[in-house]
């Protein structure tokens, strides 16, 4: 049984194909730089080299078309045709507090995905325009949808009511949300196999960063409070929003420049953040280059991020009382050794201790590692996300009829001995290129 996956984000479409059977992914892949021109496909087939080619996709509905006429390329495809596939997940951003658990798309489900659109501009229209897109080539088989807002519904009122108008809330269902949920419930389960504890027991902060990016204080093993608000557009400094500002801060601008509401909004989601600081740059790879150029502007942009960062994570800390690990995940969580380093520098007053050299080991998608000092009172896991997976196993149970909350559905990435075959597969040739990294591998306790 073959399960296709889709995660379409603001700027990019991520795909997997997994055969249930072996389990294991046959293919993965992303479309990037969607809509904002100079886009391209990174396609990686199991048992080939990875292919990357230059495509133009103005919508995110090019990019599923790019994505299927890969999958089913004679050179770099890994299906026949799109019948073999019986179960598409969709990855949803923002699905209110209609949803506290993943679903099969029907038209009621689409509508309120439509409806949260304007409180997710840049998500939920690309979320949707995949699920079209999917259902046009599979109209047959279930497609189901992986919603980030539900993984937070677990929040307590006094962690997600901003003190407003209580009719706002009554009315218009103004609330904190929370978003990149399916990462935090991912990467929540595989923190508390590595610490070897109930995940029901288990106290964490969690941090997604990429090109958007939220922290996660996660209390017995449900989400308890989160950066991202309403809108993704609270918290954190991001590639191209703002993440927390004074709120008078759009009205001044407003009457300054005589700028809409519309074009304030559009500014401090797409014109603001990392590319706001240095007037260039979004890529995280790209201000690190700049900043060993000598650029300070890249730098200072560097060190404003990961100043935001570690107040929430200190914030965390003292709301969760006693935390068991804080995790590290998405893009440059996993990868950026340099940005990692700025958030954890300092951190040693309240019991977390990196160490350098285990740091900058550590870029890799192949494995868990642990970056933290062994006095460290801490741990500090770079827990590699798999969305995908999560996806994956909740469109087949819904398939099968035995799916559930996770408080009450057990993953296979819960497992004490479960391996990624592909990531298992990867390390090999990994470890031969970088031996020092089987140094700092984090194994279940």
Same mark, same amino acid.
């Given at each position: 049984?073959? %399960?296709?996956? +889709?995660?379409?984000?603001?700027?990019?479409?991520? !795909?997997?194909?997994?055969?249930?059977?072996?389990?294991?992914?046959?293919?993965? #892949?992303?479309?990037?730089?969607?809509?904002?021109?100079?886009?391209?496909?990174?396609?990686?087939?199991?048992?080939?080299?990875?292919?990357?080619?230059?495509?133009?996709?103005?919508?995110?509905?090019?990019?599923?078309?790019?994505?299927?006429?890969?999958? &089913?390329?004679?050179?770099?495809?890994?299906?026949?045709?799109?019948?073999?596939?019986?179960?598409?997940?969709?990855?949803?951003?923002?699905?209110?507090?209609?949803?506290?658990?993943?679903? %099969?798309? @029907? @038209? $009621? $489900?689409?509508?309120?995905?439509?409806?949260?659109?304007?409180?997710?501009?840049?998500?939920?229209?690309?979320?949707?325009?995949?699920?079209?897109?999917?259902?046009? =080539?599979?109209?047959?088989?279930?497609?189901?949808?992986?919603?980030?807002? *539900?993984?937070?519904?677990?929040?307590?009122?006094?962690?997600?009511? !901003?003190? =407003?108008?209580?009719?706002?809330?009554?009315?218009?269902?103004?609330?904190?949300?929370?978003?990149?949920?399916?990462?935090?419930?991912? &990467?929540?389960?595989?923190?508390?196999?590595?610490?070897?504890?109930?995940?029901?027991?288990?106290?964490?902060?969690?941090?997604?960063?990429?090109?958007?990016?939220?922290?996660?204080?996660?209390?017995?093993?449900?989400?308890?409070?989160?950066?991202?608000?309403?809108?993704?557009?609270? #918290?954190?400094?991001? #590639?191209?929003?703002?993440?927390?500002? @004074?709120?008078?801060?759009?009205?001044?601008?407003?009457?300054?420049?005589?700028? /809409? $509401?519309?074009?304030?909004?559009? $500014?401090?989601?797409?014109k603001a953040g990392l590319l706001g600081l240095t007037g260039k740059y979004t890529d995280r790879r790209d201000i690190q280059a700049a900043a060993v150029g000598g650029d300070k502007t890249a730098l200072r942009a560097q060190y404003i991020e990961a100043h935001h960062l570690k107040k929430y994570i200190g914030g965390y800390q003292a709301v969760l009382g006693r935390v068991d690990a804080l995790v590290l995940t998405a893009?440059?969580?996993?990868?950026?050794?340099?940005?990692?380093?700025?958030?954890?520098?300092?951190?040693?007053?309240?019991?977390?201790?990196?160490?350098?050299?285990?740091?900058?080991? /550590?870029?890799?998608?192949?494995?868990?590692?642990?970056?933290?000092?062994?006095?460290?009172?801490?741990?500090?896991?770079?827990?590699?996300? @798999?969305?995908?997976?999560?996806?994956?196993?909740?469109?087949?149970? +819904?398939?099968?009829?035995?799916?559930?909350?996770?408080?009450?559905?057990? !993953?296979?990435?819960?497992?004490?001995?479960?391996?990624?075959?592909?990531?298992?597969? #990867?390390?090999?040739?990994?470890?031969?290129?970088?031996?020092?990294?089987?140094?700092?591998? *984090?194994?279940?306790?």
């Amino acid at each position: 049984m073959i %399960i296709l996956t +889709l995660n379409c984000g603001s700027s990019s479409a991520k !795909y997997q194909v997994y055969d249930w059977e072996d389990k294991d992914v046959l293919a993965v #892949g992303i479309v990037e730089k969607v809509t904002i021109g100079g886009s391209f496909i990174t396609h990686k087939a199991k048992g080939k080299e990875e292919v990357v080619i230059n495509h133009d996709c103005p919508t995110h509905t090019d990019a599923i078309d790019l994505i299927i006429k890969t999958l &089913t390329s004679k050179d770099m495809g890994v299906i026949s045709d799109m019948s073999v596939i019986k179960a598409v997940g969709h990855r949803v951003v923002h699905g209110g507090d209609k949803f506290i658990k993943s679903v %099969i798309v @029907d @038209d $009621a $489900a689409m509508q309120a995905f439509s409806a949260m659109q304007d409180l997710s501009p840049l998500h939920n229209p690309a979320n949707i325009m995949g699920i079209e897109a999917a259902k046009k =080539v599979l109209p047959d088989v279930p497609h189901c949808a992986t919603m980030d807002t *539900a993984w937070h519904q677990t929040m307590p009122p006094e962690n997600y009511l !901003y003190a =407003v108008p209580s009719e706002w809330y009554e009315k218009y269902h103004v609330r904190r949300y929370g978003f990149h949920g399916t990462s935090f419930l991912y &990467t929540a389960k595989r923190a508390a196999v590595l610490l070897g504890q109930d995940p029901f027991k288990t106290n964490l902060v969690i941090c997604h960063i990429g090109n958007g990016a939220s922290v996660n204080a996660v209390k017995d093993g449900l989400s308890f409070d989160t950066s991202m608000g309403i809108t993704p557009l609270e #918290g954190l400094i991001m #590639g191209t929003r703002s993440g927390d500002i @004074d709120p008078s801060l759009p009205f001044y601008i407003m009457r300054k420049t005589g700028m /809409s $509401a519309s074009e304030v909004e559009n $500014a401090l989601n797409k014109k603001a953040g990392l590319l706001g600081l240095t007037g260039k740059y979004t890529d995280r790879r790209d201000i690190q280059a700049a900043a060993v150029g000598g650029d300070k502007t890249a730098l200072r942009a560097q060190y404003i991020e990961a100043h935001h960062l570690k107040k929430y994570i200190g914030g965390y800390q003292a709301v969760l009382g006693r935390v068991d690990a804080l995790v590290l995940t998405a893009g440059v969580g996993e990868f950026a050794w340099f940005m990692r380093e700025k958030i954890l520098d300092g951190l040693d007053s309240i019991g977390i201790s990196f160490d350098p050299r285990k740091n900058k080991i /550590s870029c890799t998608r192949n494995t868990e590692t642990c970056i933290s000092k062994p006095e460290s009172k801490i741990p500090v896991f770079v827990i590699p996300t @798999d969305e995908e997976l999560v996806m994956t196993e909740d469109a087949f149970a +819904l398939m099968k009829g035995t799916y559930d909350t996770h408080t009450h559905f057990k !993953y296979s990435f819960q497992n004490r001995d479960y391996v990624n075959k592909g990531r298992a597969e #990867g390390l090999v040739h990994e470890l031969k290129k970088n031996p020092d990294l089987a140094e700092i591998i *984090a194994k279940p306790k």
